[in-house]
């Protein structure tokens, strides 16, 4: 989604590198590309004016303009006031002594509430908890049944009672079941309208009135841009609510949604959705997000990615055939299978220092995707056993036939051996460092390490 925001930004840091030394001349040449960029990027004019006599007050100290590394004072600038347009966001859910803890999602028809019911009751397992999920959405046809589906796909608990379609009521015995049961945390989908009306209003403010919601999040469409702000604050007007949750942050929407949520709204963003899994869904941290947007990446959510994606066990399995040089076609294939896992290639690309901008790949080499990770795994699935644990045992014609059974061609698959056989040379060199793909070993002391760092 930052994508544009993040190649404009890095073109006006690129071209401040060719300067000795700043001067109010260049500053204000860059603040009016950094200023245009972000209005294209659909943060608020408010928001941008602001932002920008802030980073000017501050890179026209006399310090920065006699820096040896201009570029990078101006980073720094730029990052640091980025972040504070987040204020003091935490992401996730604040700390909660209420027993059930509820929380009241609502937002405009369309804008995912019901996917996101189910993601959170996801992420709400994951950390210990015991979710129950009900549906007050009586109106919308099958919205009853989505989240039915959606909570079976996510193993959290739905209460649905047969035949009560009153949203209140529907509501309140979802508590009553939630204290009789066992469970921590009530998640209520609420109805949604294609817009803001009375009967809207009122339906929301009885259910609030009915289960005294601790936390109140407004869904939003990140690719509806100041539509979705402009919403957020009139209900945040007309209801309250306490947090932000931004869905389709994975679309192609320019992003200044986010920018300009605390600023114009006035409360911080919980949770972002970057897909349609039920894993895409994940505490929003400021920091990480301006790192990608500046092309710094995004390493501590790439090992918290890891970490989901791959178990321990299995960690120390590769760890051990690492270090006995025993890498097989087959462990690379199970290998390619973590990564998609873990998301869209692209997306994690994005996370790696420097990869953020995929278009600088050259034009000679081939872009790399998805659908190709699924090419060389029919092309792996091709071979026989024996093959995958032996990949010298693969001649011309054995070549020929593994292409004719994957639908390839025999240079794909000479190209495939060819980076298997780089790849096993690397993992050889590094040896006992692959200790570092344990999940509770070189992970999550890596992550420690750049957390207080």
């Known amino acids: 989604m930052f994508e544009s925001l993040s190649d404009r930004l890095q073109g006006v840091f690129r071209s401040l590198r060719g300067e000795a030394r700043l001067t109010e001349a260049t500053v204000e040449a860059a603040l009016r590309e950094i200023r245009l960029a972000l209005l294209e990027a659909d943060v608020n004019f408010k928001v941008v004016k602001a932002f920008i006599d802030r980073v000017r007050d501050r890179a026209v100290d006399q310090e920065v303009l006699k820096s040896l590394t201009p570029d990078q004072q101006v980073v720094r600038i730029v990052r640091d006031e980025m972040l ?197 869904l994940e505490p929003f941290h400021p920091d990480r997000v301006v790192s990608r947007v500046l092309g710094m990446g995004d390493v501590l959510s790439l090992i918290e990615k890891a970490e989901q994606a791959v178990s321990q066990e299995d960690a120390e399995k590769l760890e051990r055939k690492i270090r006995l040089d025993d890498f097989t076609l087959e462990d690379f294939r199970d290998q390619l299978r973590t990564i998609k896992k873990m998301g869209p290639l692209e997306q994690i690309l994005g996370m790696l220092p420097g990869m953020g901008n995929l278009k600088e790949l050259s034009a000679n080499r081939d872009k790399i995707d998805d659908t190709q990770l699924g090419r060389v795994e029919a092309i792996i699935n091709s071979m026989t056993p024996n093959e995958r644990r032996n990949h010298q045992l693969i001649n011309g014609s054995r070549r020929k036939r593994i292409a004719k059974g994957s639908g390839t061609s025999v240079e794909e698959i000479n190209r495939l051996l060819k980076q298997f056989m780089q790849m096993k040379k690397m993992l050889k060199s590094i040896g006992g460092m692959a200790g570092l793909a344990k999940k509770k070993g070189g992970l999550g002391a890596m992550k420690s390490l750049m957390n207080k760092g």
Do not use: C
């Open 84 to 280: 504070a347009l987040f204020g003091d966001t935490q992401g996730g859910l604040p700390p909660s002594q209420a027993h059930p803890r509820v929380i009241l999602l609502l937002g405009l028809q369309g804008s995912g509430k019901t996917t996101t019911a189910g993601k959170l009751g996801r992420w709400l397992s994951r950390q210990g908890k015991h979710p129950l999920l009900v549906s007050t959405d009586v109106r919308r046809p099958a919205a009853i049944a989505q989240l039915t589906v959606v909570g079976k796909q996510a193993d959290v608990r739905v209460f649905d009672p047969p035949g009560d379609l009153d949203p209140v009521r529907r509501a309140s015995g979802a508590m009553t079941e939630a204290r009789n049961a066992g469970f921590d945390t009530v998640i209520v989908d609420t109805a949604g309208r294609l817009h803001i009306d009375e009967e809207l209003m009122a339906e929301l403010q009885a259910i609030k009135a009915a289960v005294q919601p601790g936390d109140l999040l407004y869904v939003a469409d990140a690719m509806t841009g100041q539509d979705a702000i402009k919403s957020a604050g009139e209900f945040n007007r007309r209801v309250g609510i306490s947090g932000v949750v931004l869905t389709k942050m994975d679309g192609d929407a320019r992003g200044g949604a986010a920018l300009s949520v605390v600023g114009v709204v006035g409360v911080p963003i919980a949770f972002v959705g970057s897909g349609e899994r039920l894993q895409d």
